[in-house]
């Protein structure tokens, strides 16, 4: 059995959809940012803390786990600015009590989402995983920390890892009962679609004097099912014993800048937006854009959307969601 904590959120919840084919899944999960509703049917549901030991030795004792995929985190960047302490908390202190317990139950694998936020701000085209680590708020520095912790949990207790740092994930899974939930929304896609939905009066677009083609920020998007079949490729390499630890960036390797985004948007839902241009938000980078080479040489992943296929998944996740709450 597989266990996937964080399972009931937006990422966790997309890989369980897939995972469940091919494994049995036991989530676990508190519910603080995530719904009971995301969890397939087919998989075990746990609620519970993931910084409780008695609940993890629970989970442990009652399931024959071989492999921990862990998603639970705070990932707010400016509430991480505003609040550390919930973050290193939630993010570190929490995840070693989950590593610590896997080690004393003799559970071998680990995945982890970690993040783009690690590498700070690089001034590169593509960013690979060669490039220094300079996080530039605590939530990028909390993703840092448990990659050290997985270094040295690996040299002295022998854990195999995966670390997977994510870029920017969009897009509903393509049965349409899954799909971006966050509140509050922060991000880019599902805030300009509750806006061409009616769910928001306007769109700000933050800065527009990046050194950029367009002046706004570029990022690389990238589908949650992409997002979600790297994860099984790396549970499979992490089984089947051909990788022991590793580190992968995810993205297409495609840049789209806001303004693109937008238009994007417009095109596929056939509306215009009204939007506000505004200061720019602290922290933001001009420009993150993934080499995902090693993991496509290496693993053999390969995504499959683009970003007009990500934003179509969203629009028909988005507008069901608006109409099941009409009936
Ligand atoms: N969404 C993105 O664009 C993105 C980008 C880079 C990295 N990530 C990382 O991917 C992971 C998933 O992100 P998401 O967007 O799905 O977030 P999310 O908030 O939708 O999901 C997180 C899940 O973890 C659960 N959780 C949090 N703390 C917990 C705890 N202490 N015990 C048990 N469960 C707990 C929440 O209830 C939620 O279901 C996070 O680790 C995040 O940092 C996300
Ligand atoms: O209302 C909005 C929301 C976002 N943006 C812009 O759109 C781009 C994308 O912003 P998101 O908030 O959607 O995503 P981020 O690039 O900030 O964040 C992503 O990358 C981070 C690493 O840098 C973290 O990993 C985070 O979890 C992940 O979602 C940024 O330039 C942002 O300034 C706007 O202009 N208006």
Not at 31 to 46: C, M, N, P, Q, Y
Not at 66 to 75: I, P
Not at 135 to 147: A, C, F, H, S
Not at 259 to 281: D, M
């Amino acid at each position: 059995m597989i266990l996937v904590v964080g399972g009931a959120g937006y990422v966790g919840s997309h890989l369980v959809k897939e995972l469940v084919e091919k494994e049995k899944v036991v989530v676990l999960d508190n519910l603080s940012t995530g719904f009971k509703s995301l969890i397939d049917d087919r998989a075990v549901f746990v609620e519970g803390d993931l910084g409780n030991r008695s609940v993890l030795d629970e989970v442990f004792s009652t399931y024959p786990i071989k492999a921990v995929m862990h998603f639970a985190a705070n990932s707010l960047v400016g509430e991480s600015v505003e609040n550390p302490y919930k973050y290193y908390e939630n993010n570190v202190s929490a995840t070693l009590t989950l590593l610590k317990a896997m080690v004393d139950h003799n559970v071998k694998n680990f995945i982890f989402s970690s993040t783009a936020a690690t590498y700070g701000t690089p001034n590169v085209d593509l960013i690979d995983e060669g490039q220094p680590n300079n996080p530039i708020n605590p939530y990028g520095k909390t993703k840092l920390m448990v990659e050290h912790i997985l270094e040295d949990f690996s040299a002295a207790y022998g854990l195999n890892y995966v670390v997977l740092r994510y870029f920017n994930v969009a897009g509903a899974h393509h049965s349409g009962t899954i799909g971006e939930s966050h509140d509050p929304e922060t991000h880019l896609i599902p805030i300009i679609l509750q806006h061409l939905l009616g769910q928001r009066e306007e769109i700000s677009v933050f800065g527009t004097d990046y050194n950029t083609p367009d002046g706004t920020c570029i990022r690389d998007y990238i589908h949650a099912t992409d997002l979600a079949n790297a994860h099984i490729l790396a549970l499979e390499a992490l089984l089947e014993e051909k990788k022991k630890t590793a580190i992968y960036n995810l993205g297409n390797g495609n840049g789209f800048s806001v303004k693109e985004v937008i238009e994007t948007c417009e095109q596929v839902t056939e509306r215009t937006a009204t939007i506000q241009y505004v200061e720019r938000r602290a922290g933001d980078p001009a420009k993150l854009v993934a080499s995902s080479e090693k993991i496509q040489a290496e693993l053999g992943w390969e995504p499959k959307f683009s970003l007009t296929d990500i934003i179509e998944s969203a629009w028909n996740w988005h507008r069901q969601t608006v109409l099941s709450k009409q009936v």
